[in-house]
């Protein structure tokens, strides 16, 4: 299974952008890069997701390199209520797999 | 609706127990997720079913025992489980369409599993 790297832990200002990286070389040809988060005692919940191409909507931007071996997520302007775990994800084109990688817990300052 | 409920929301059980975790969806995902998560760590995958069928297991020890019965409902049978066992199981589903995983999960919150 391919695997992601991220930072363990960022932090931002509120009101300010934030762009958190996420390193998956050994991503194959058909999987999909998804990201979510987790705030404390929830589940998991869907942020982004995408395969070659840059996307968009309400939440973040996914921004996904050329070769496609890394990819960041843009969050436009930091509110408090984004403080969370953000988990990039390969989701298996071949065997519908989505596997956490270990995460970037996101501070965000007032 | 958008939702995937989980009940128990909380279980505390002995090891000899034996007790049942349950996941249910009516959004018409056909394919249904189970996750284990330890404190401060991800979630790691340990079952999908896809279809009602199972399609992927992690290697996961025999006293965990997932069943399908119906395309809504998922459930996750416990039996004589170890402390290292608690942990917080999380159920997620997908749609299934022609490309598999250009789908988002839905995740319940979680049933928060302690084995005395």
């Known amino acids: 299974d391919a695997k992601t790297t991220q930072p363990n832990s960022m932090e931002s200002n509120e009101e300010e952008p934030v762009h958190l990286p996420c390193n998956h070389s050994?991503?194959?040809?058909?999987?999909?890069i998804h990201w979510y988060r987790q705030l404390p005692s929830q589940g998991p919940e869907y942020v982004i997701h995408g395969l070659t191409s840059n996307v968009n909507n309400r939440m973040a931007s996914l921004a996904i390199a050329e070769d496609r071996k890394s990819s960041t997520l843009i969050l436009h302007r930091a509110t408090l209520r984004d403080a969370a775990v953000y988990y990039c994800?390969?989701?298996?084109?071949?065997?519908?797999?989505?596997?956490f990688g270990q995460g970037t817990t996101l501070q965000v300052k007032p | 609706d958008t939702e995937v409920t989980q009940t128990p929301k909380h279980l505390v059980m002995g090891m000899t127990n034996k007790k049942s975790l349950k996941c249910e969806q009516h959004?018409?995902?056909?394919?249904m997720y189970w996750y284990k998560q330890k404190a401060k760590k991800p979630p790691e995958l340990m079952f999908v079913?896809?279809?009602?069928?199972?399609?992927i297991n992690e290697s996961v020890p025999s006293r965990f025992s997932p069943e399908c019965p119906n395309s809504s409902l998922l459930n996750l049978h416990l039996h004589a489980l170890q402390p290292e066992d608690s942990a917080l199981y999380l159920c997620?589903?997908?749609?299934?369409?022609?490309?598999?995983?250009?789908?988002?999960?839905?995740f319940g919150s979680g049933t928060q599993l302690s084995v005395l």
């Open positions: 050994t991503i194959s040809g058909t999987d999909y």
């Open positions: 994800i390969l989701a298996s084109g071949n065997t519908g797999k989505l596997i």
């Open positions: 997620a589903s997908r749609a299934i369409k022609r490309h598999a995983t250009n789908e988002k999960l839905f």
């Open positions: 079913y896809s279809y009602e069928k199972l399609s």
């Open positions: 959004m018409g995902h056909r394919a």
